[in-house]
């Protein structure tokens, strides 16, 4: 989960939730519009959204370049795991909450377990 302001404009939300897995598990098919953009951390992103219905689908950070990102809610599986990791918090809203055990963060770590 990431609380940066960029999220949330992106979102129109209070936070959003990506998932992320290696270039090599995923092949991205069928029309899809880019815009690129920065972050709070200040760096690049190339976020890929449904031309029909505008909901961003998957994106690349340069934080990252080994890593596909795939928002959570393009799943739309109630079974998903639970998100491990919040960042950004120094701009969450205070009422957003979580009452399950994940790690927290500031701001963006240069790296988190499991993504490397
Ligand atoms: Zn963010």
């Known amino acids: 989960m990431c609380?940066?302001?960029a999220?949330?404009?992106?979102t129109g939300s209070a936070f959003g939730v990506g998932t992320y897995f290696s270039k090599e598990q995923v092949r991205a098919e069928g029309p899809n519009?880019?815009?690129a953009r920065g972050?709070?951390?200040r760096r690049k992103s190339e976020r890929h959204f449904c031309p029909d219905c505008g909901s961003t689908v998957f994106w690349y950070?340069?934080?990252f370049p080994d890593l596909i990102g795939i928002?959570?809610?393009a799943f739309a599986d109630p079974s998903m795991p639970w998100p491990p990791v919040s960042v950004w918090e120094t701009t969450r809203h205070p009422w957003v909450t979580f009452d399950h055990r994940l790690d927290h963060f500031e701001r963006q770590p240069e790296l988190i377990e499991g993504t490397a």
């Not at 999220?7 to 992106?10: E, P």
């Open 3 to 5: 609380h940066c302001t």
């Open 61 to 63: 950070l340069e934080l």
């Open 33 to 35: 519009n880019v815009y």
């Open 71 to 73: 928002a959570f809610g």
């Open 7 to 10: 999220c949330q404009r992106r």
């Open 39 to 41: 972050s709070d951390s």
